[in-house]
């Protein structure tokens, strides 16, 4: 655990966003090796398969991953405030709550399944492997909120590197698993999503068996599984709009799989390893606002708010030089990296214009992610929601339609960043007005 409410601002903020940028890494680079072995051993519709999939599966977690988002808010701050009771129960009462909704959502998304895809307008080329791996992936959906949502307390409670063996367990062996899966049994696409949950389900085996034997905050046993509803109810208070937050997104993520495939299936395919790379050179500037937010938490309920507003600045100032950096690398490799999934000169082009058109507004990007850290660790997520809602429904939704209809594919990318520039002044203003700093819930 790391007591996040004294010393240097931003070497604080840095060294506690170090290892969850590597684990990170390590996380989205999985999912990259997935679509690598997919795109180069199954082929490209197997590729677009796994992409039309995966809004699925974040539009049937988002609600879930933004009530624990406030639940780890609450547990920052108890945490901060010294309320070591309240940071158990909390615990507890998280653990309970994601285990009946994974089962909910799970067999929710399996009985749906073809009405959902069918909805999305998936062309029944790649129709039947999108059902396939989506089905079995939601089959081990109570590990993913398992594995996640301990690495999310962790970082709340200001361990940030217990999590980063956590993630360099799972990558290792996704890897291995996808190997032998794929190449080795011919489990085809199936076998990618086994993959992925055959290697959360033995990093959080190794969590519960590390964190029982060290830990005396966390601890996985049916004596410390208490569900509290005040508790509960706080947490919903602060992560209910968040839940509304990531399902809007989610489903603005499907949306813009709906609007991309009404191109061929090269488009989906190209989107898919595109979004891929964007995810993982996106880590910095996420994971820097991820510190921040559990700095917040616990600042603000230790009552110290000048510490909060220095260890913003420092956060923007970092994620900015890392988010040039990264933009840089991004436009100059772009053509190389989207080659490591396909040898498809027609996926590549799409998929090239995609990353430089986007990492050209990664500062952009980042300076919101920063602000929403910042909102997110004190407690403050309902303005957040309005905002999001504008600029995915009102700005980048809307103008994707109009711009691919009027000058094809790279329409939808632009108006991507579109969305995040209105999305970047309506929260930098609401953070000006300072409304956000009564917020917290330690002691409430």
């Not at 917040?296 to 994620?319: D, E």
């Amino acid at each position: 655990m790391r007591d996040l409410t004294y010393g240097p601002e931003g070497r604080l903020i840095f060294r506690f966003a170090i290892p969850l940028i590597i684990g990170n890494i390590f996380q989205q680079l999985y999912n990259v090796v997935d679509s690598i072995i997919v795109g180069k051993i199954l082929g490209e519709q197997a590729l677009a398969a796994v992409g039309a999939s995966f809004p699925v599966i974040y539009t049937l977690i988002a609600f879930v991953i933004g009530i624990g988002s406030g639940a780890t808010v609450v547990i920052s701050q108890y945490f901060g405030a010294r309320s070591y009771e309240e940071v158990k129960r909390a615990i507890g009462t998280f653990y309970i709550f994601i285990f009946f909704a994974s089962i909910v959502l799970s067999a929710a998304g399996i009985i749906f399944s073809h009405e959902i895809f069918t909805l999305l307008k998936i062309g029944s080329d790649i129709m039947p492997e999108a059902i396939s791996y989506f089905s079995v992936y939601l089959l081990g959906l109570f590990i993913y909120f398992g594995f996640y949502s301990t690495a999310s307390i962790l970082r709340g409670l200001g361990d940030s590197k217990t999590p980063l063996i956590f993630f360099t367990i799972s990558t290792l062996a996704n890897i291995g698993f996808d190997l032998l899966f794929i190449i080795v049994f011919e489990w085809g696409i199936e076998g990618a999503a086994l993959a992925t949950i055959a290697a959360q389900g033995g990093a959080f085996m190794s969590a519960i068996l590390i964190l029982n034997r060290r830990q005396h905050l966390i601890h996985f046993s049916r004596k410390s599984m208490v569900f509290d509803w005040e508790i509960f109810k706080k947490s919903v208070r602060i992560g209910l709009p968040t839940g509304f937050q990531q399902v809007f997104i989610a489903l603005g993520m499907m949306a813009l799989i709906r609007i991309i495939n009404n191109f061929d299936t090269t488009v989906l395919a190209a989107y898919t390893a595109a979004s891929r790379i964007d995810a993982l050179t996106s880590m910095p500037a996420t994971n820097l606002a991820s510190a921040l937010a559990a700095f917040v938490g616990q600042n603000l309920g230790a009552g110290q708010l000048k510490r909060i507003r220095k260890g913003v600045r420092a956060t923007l100032f970092m994620s900015w030089g890392l988010s040039l950096g990264v933009m840089l690398i991004v436009i100059l490799a772009g053509e190389g990296l989207m080659s490591l999934f396909t040898d498809n000169k027609e996926v590549i082009k799409y998929g090239k214009d995609y990353l430089v058109i986007i990492s050209s507004f990664y500062p952009v990007f980042a300076t919101m992610f920063t602000m929403h850290g910042t909102l997110r660790g004190a407690g403050d997520t309902l303005i957040p929601m309005f905002i999001t809602m504008i600029s995915l429904w009102i700005v980048r939704i809307p103008l994707a339609a109009y711009l691919s209809a009027q000058i094809g594919v790279v329409g939808i990318w632009w108006a991507i960043p579109c969305g995040w520039s209105i999305g970047l002044i309506g929260t930098i203003s609401y953070y000006l007005s300072g409304k956000w700093k009564n917020k917290g819930v330690a002691g409430k």
